[in-house]
């Protein structure tokens, strides 16, 4: 069978991620958009929320021809499975995060870090920002609301009504702003001790 590679880097969005499908594979990017939506996929794949943001693992995948929408989805969402490991499963207690909450952090973790040795240091600071109750005021976050990339963020950008907008909102974002790798997944799972 004649498979042909596709990386999915860290930190895309799930429309970026469809984009990418379209352009490497052929896939129909609308429909990639709204399977990521669908509720009875979700659930099929075994989680509870409301789009698959976050959990779209990146990765390099090999596809056949006879790849669908649906296949390429699942086996990114089973990729994401397979890498959450017991050990990381079991840290989501003592960091006191769901994991839902735990891939949201991480993906802010994946969109704010430039440096790889950054992420636990950047997981370390949102994880005091929480407990403290204090607002994230991730840039990252507000950039996911605008919909675009920005070399600067200005004050009116800021002050964008979302609730993806950690500048006006005290915690997390109602979801991911991105789908973080397992460098970023781990960071906020095992932050470094450091005030």
């Known amino acids: 069978v004649q498979t042909r590679p596709v990386t999915v880097p860290e ?10 499908m379209q352009r490497e ?3 129909d990017s609308a429909l990639f958009v709204a399977l ?7 659930a099929r794949l075994g989680l509870q929320t409301a789009t698959l943001e976050g959990y779209l693992f990146p990765e390099t995948y090999f596809f056949d ?10 086996q990114m969402v089973d990729e994401f499975h397979g890498v959450l490991s017991d050990s990381m499963a079991n840290q989501l207690g003592a960091v006191g995060l769901t994991l839902h909450q735990a891939v949201t952090l991480a993906s802010i973790v ?3 870090a430039v440096a790889a040795d950054e992420r636990p240091i950047i997981a370390a600071v949102f994880h005091r920002r929480l407990r403290l109750n204090r607002m994230l005021e991730s840039c990252a976050t507000i950039e996911y609301a605008l919909g675009v990339h920005k070399k600067r963020l200005t004050n009116a950008d800021l002050r ?10 005290r915690g997390l974002p109602p979801g991911p702003i991105g789908n973080p790798g397992l460098a970023s997944l781990r960071a906020t799972l095992f932050p470094a001790d450091t005030e």
């Open 36 to 42: 990521t939506e669908n509720k009875s996929m979700i």
């Open 160 to 169: 964008i009504k979302s609730p993806f907008n950690t500048y006006r909102h």
């Open 25 to 27: 594979i052929q896939l």
């Open 11 to 20: 930190g895309l969005t799930r429309h970026e991620i469809a984009g990418l």
């Open 65 to 74: 021809a006879q790849t669908t929408e649906a296949i390429a989805i699942r």
């Open 110 to 112: 994946e969109l704010e």
